[in-house]
Structure formats: C-alpha cells, structure tokens
C-alpha cells in the first residue's frame, strides 16, 4: 500500500477548518471530554473521524466520514496520525487520546477543552493472499507460503499449528524495519532487513496471528557492543546450487552460552541472551521505532533429545517432540538440569518470555520445499535440502533449541546444511535475531522482495 504525501498537506487546512466549526460547537455544550463514554457512537461535535481511501493509482488518501458509529470492520486505528486541539487549534502535544479497538469506545483523559480528531487506516488481511499455497513453486522448490492445517497437501508432515511458514528456495519474505512506513525501494540499512518466518496463531487466542521474523544478514559484534568476536565458518562450495541470500561474506560468530567459561546449556543464563533482549542494549534500541510492536514472547528454550530432534524422519514428529504435543516438561525424564545435579527439568529451563530469540531447529527444517520434510535434519545436507532451503546461508549458525540429554550443547546448522548439536562454549557460530511481532501489526506497503521489502504500520500501542 502507497501513501502519497501530498494528500496530507491537502488535509491539514480540511482538519483546522472543521475543529474551528465544531469547536464552537462543543464549546457551548460545556462538557469535558473526559466525561463522555458514548459505546461507539461518534459525537461530530467532540470528534472528527478520517477514513483511509484507495485510489486509483494504488495510493492512499484520508477523507471525512460522517458516519455515527466508529468503523468496527475492516479498519485499525492510526495513533500516529491521531491527536487533539485546544480552544486556539493548537495541538496538545500530550497523549490524551485513547480509542480501544475492541470495543471501539474513543476517551480522551483530560480536564480541558479539547476536540480530536481520529484517523483509521484500511486493514490489511494479516497473510498477503497472493502468497498462499502455490503449488507449482512448491514443486519446483521455489518459496511460497504453505498453511499448515495438517490437512492440505503435505498433511502428514505439516505442522498442524495453523500457522502460514515460508517454504522453497528464496520467496519475496523481506521486511525492513527503518522506521519508514511508505518507502517502496531498497531498505538502505542491510542492518534493518530482516524476512517472515511465517504468521502464527497466539496460544491464548488462535484467531489472532502473529507476525515472525529473523534477521536477514548475520548479527555483528558493533551491533552487540562486543568486542573481539570470532569468525563463523562459510562453506561457498554450494554456492551455485541457490540464489544468494545474504550479502555478508565475513561473518562474526559468538558462543551460544556467550562466553567460553559458561558450559551449560540453560539460554536464560546465556549472555549473548542477555545481550540481545537487554532493553538498553544496543541492539533492541536501534529497533526503538518498533517497540511497541515486538511481542514479549514465550519462548520454548528447552528443545529435546538429540534423536528426538535430528533423526526423526518426519518433520512432524520432529516438531511434536520439540514444539508440540510431545514437547518437554518438567516431568520429562530425559531433560536434565545440569544446575541441580542432573535431576529433571525446571520450568526456568524449558521456558523463557523476552522480545528476542533465535530460529527453532524445526523451523529451520520447515523453510525447505515440502517435499523434503520427510528427511531427517541430521541429513539436511543433500543438494535438495540445501538449495530449496531459504534459511540455509552455507554458515554455521546456532539455534534457539538444545538437545535436552546434554547439559552442554545446543543444536546448529552446519555449513553443508544438516543439524546436529555442538558444545554452547567451544565455538563461535552465526547468529540471527528473531522477533515476533504482535497480531495486529499490518504491512503499508512494498511487494516482499529484496527490492522493495514490506514495510510495517507504527501505530499500534
């Protein structure tokens, strides 16, 4: 979706022009806004509301509604643009204004005069329709986004979490996180360009779909304020087999642990967790225009067993074992806690809720073409496997899941393509941030390429 900012300067006269009509108006009723509660009814003389509009040529403007309710469909609010006026049209620079999108009730918290205006953007479906489910990519091993139902064309491999993966060699899945809500080109900063894992549904309310990203290039040691970092190993032999997906050729590397002298496999304990998900960090400050749609999520930090992980050879069972049904829990005799003498899991081991994590190792396994989720990760290194397999770089890289047998490894991708496990604090491999991204988060514009990569809506609170 494009915005053209000349329908905005067009706007502003329109916006003075009725708050000085309908202020006068209001002002001789006497009320205080913070008073009125009016269960979806739009009082013209209190509020001003402006519809998004599609025009022709693909761009977007705002126009009046005169409408008496506030739109309960198809539209969500724009708390940037939204705002107030005082008795002089001056705009109170103070966030008093409030709209509850559920159930659509406008507040503004205040003991003065005050008239507002209201902007709502059209809704985006959360998944771009264009992308779902086609089957002569998938075929070919191209990327597309396959809906995992477990009853569609891959339903015995599928998931089954309702959730939309990307899938195949290289799909149009970039996102750019500049802060630039309208731009159609490149995203300027390879810092900020990140692609969609998939959407999906929240555990608390499955009809809501969240938005899960991973950093497209490799995170580097300026980004994290660490000094003197290692060299993550790159495998260019296979090369040829797949259209290049990162730009980085020198990849910096960190221990998963984030320091040699901490051996055990516990990501809470891990500094290059903290490092990542620390609020002042450099890392989520330079993300800061995002903040308040990155979900504070729960991660499952407590992966399973090496065989259980690696040598299923459905990618299904894989996934049950470490995401679903038959995931860990603190009754599970094969998780170990090094921390209490080997004794079964604590709930510290096998969860996590924070802003940042890192891809699962299924999730890994689930962006290659479906036909060959029937292979098992520990032999994810054939050509097919690796060329038809957005996530694979050719760089050792580390995952978020641990085999949960072993107090001191964590599973990686290897530089052919396969995944198995490697000691948290021996060695220094790639990292990708993923976020999550809440569910009402909507895509402006862009088409997913790397050219003109999505880019996100900033009004959500």
Request: aromatic residues 12%; contains cysteine; charged residues 25%.
């Amino acid at each position: 979706m494009k915005f053209n900012n000349r329908y905005l300067l067009l706007l502003i006269p329109m916006v003075l022009t009725i708050v000085i009509i309908n202020y006068m108006s209001f002002d001789k009723k006497d009320t205080k806004l913070y008073d009125v509660k009016l269960r979806n009814i739009v009082d013209k003389n209190m509020f001003a509301m402006y519809l998004e509009k599609k025009q022709e040529d693909g761009t977007s403007t705002y126009v009046v509604d005169e409408g008496s309710t506030w739109p309960e469909e198809g539209y969500t609010f724009n708390k940037t643009m939204s705002g107030c006026i005082d008795g002089d049209g001056n705009k109170i620079e103070e966030e008093i204004l409030t709209y509850d999108e559920e159930t659509h009730i406008a507040t503004v918290d205040t003991g003065i005069t005050a008239y507002c205006y209201l902007y709502f953007d059209i809704k985006e479906a959360f998944v771009p329709d264009m992308y779902v489910s086609d089957e002569e990519k998938l075929s070919t091993g191209d990327g597309y986004l396959v809906y995992h139902d477990g009853e569609g064309t891959y339903a015995a491999n599928e998931a089954g979490d309702k959730s939309y993966r990307f899938s195949g060699n290289n799909p149009n899945n970039y996102v750019c996180l500049d802060g630039n809500t309208s731009g159609d080109g490149e995203c300027e900063d390879i810092t900020k360009l990140y692609r969609v894992i998939g959407w999906f549904p929240e555990e608390n309310d499955p009809s809501k779909y969240r938005m899960k990203i991973i950093k497209s290039e490799y995170i580097t040691s300026a980004e994290l304020e660490i000094s003197s970092p290692g060299k993550a190993s790159k495998d260019t032999s296979y090369t040829t087999e797949y259209t290049s997906r990162v730009e980085s050729t020198d990849v910096d590397g960190f221990y998963w642990s984030g320091d040699s002298s901490i051996e055990w496999n516990n990501w809470r304990e891990s500094t290059l967790n903290k490092t990542l998900n620390s609020e002042s960090g450099k890392y989520l400050t330079s993300l800061s225009a995002y903040t308040n749609i990155i979900e504070n999520t729960k991660w499952y930090i407590g992966g399973n067993t090496l065989n259980n992980i690696t040598k299923q050879s459905s990618m299904k069972t894989a996934y049950d074992n470490e995401l679903g049904a038959n995931k860990l829990t603190t009754s599970s005799s094969q998780c170990t806690d090094n921390s209490t003498s080997k004794v079964p899991c604590t709930d510290a081991l096998l969860y996590q809720t924070s802003k940042v994590g890192l891809m699962y190792a299924t999730e890994y396994g689930y962006a290659s073409a479906p036909k060959n989720w029937g292979t098992q990760l520990y032999s994810y290194d054939k050509k097919a496997n690796r060329s038809e397999n957005w996530l694979y770089n050719g760089v050792n890289e580390w995952t978020l899941s641990r085999p949960a047998d072993i107090t001191y490894a964590a599973f990686y991708v290897y530089s052919s393509g396969y995944v198995y496990d490697h000691a948290v604090s021996d060695v220094r491999l790639g990292v990708r941030p993923v976020l999550v991204l809440k569910s009402e988060t909507t895509i402006k514009s862009g088409d997913g390429s790397k050219g003109s990569p999505w880019r996100i809506n900033l009004q959500s609170s």
